[in-house]
């Protein structure tokens, strides 16, 4: 069987960003109820030399955005990291929904073999797609999806493996 790259890639980042969006609001819930500021639990952090918690989503949306876009041979759209409320946050959430779902099968399937040229702060990294999508995006999109959810928990939210991997659909 052929793997599908667009079976691989929008499907499953669009299930992570909602699963986020869902344990997001769990953490809202939470931070309500305990009288959390919105800019307190967005600056959390679980060590000082660690991201906080609003740059996590914001990464997690940047990896599922451009990787769809770098799939498909496009320029990726460019969002602000300006979200200075958990209602922001959200809707980041939901707009880089919608642009991975804009892209269709006939776009990504066929990329394995695509080129794609990174321009990172330490340096330049060269992919074939497919390594592209497995051995960078899928990894760093779980890994900053993975540390919101550690994060929320650190700060008392009462989340479980589930909802990292279910989300609202448990």
Aim: with cysteine; aromatic share 8%; hydrophobic share 40%.
């Amino acid at each position: 069987m052929t793997l599908s790259m667009y079976q691989a890639s929008v499907p499953v980042f669009v299930r992570a960003l909602t699963n986020l969006a869902h344990v997001l609001k769990k953490g809202e819930a939470h931070a309500r109820a305990k009288g959390v500021t919105d800019e307190v639990l967005l600056n959390t952090r679980l060590i000082p030399d660690m991201l906080p918690l609003v740059k996590q989503v914001q990464i997690a949306c940047d990896m599922a955005t451009r990787g769809a876009a770098r799939l498909a041979g496009v320029e990726p759209a460019s969002f602000e990291d300006n979200e200075t409320t958990l209602e922001q946050v959200q809707a980041r959430i939901q707009r880089a929904i919608e642009y991975v779902q804009g892209f269709g099968a006939s776009q990504i399937d066929g990329s394995e073999g695509r080129d794609i040229h990174l321009k990172m702060r330490n340096g330049e990294m060269d992919f074939k797609g497919q390594d592209y999508l497995f051995g960078f995006v899928m990894p760093n999109l779980y890994f900053h999806c993975t540390t919101t959810y550690v994060i929320l928990r650190e700060a008392g939210a009462e989340l479980g493996k589930t909802d990292f991997i279910a989300g609202a659909q448990q």
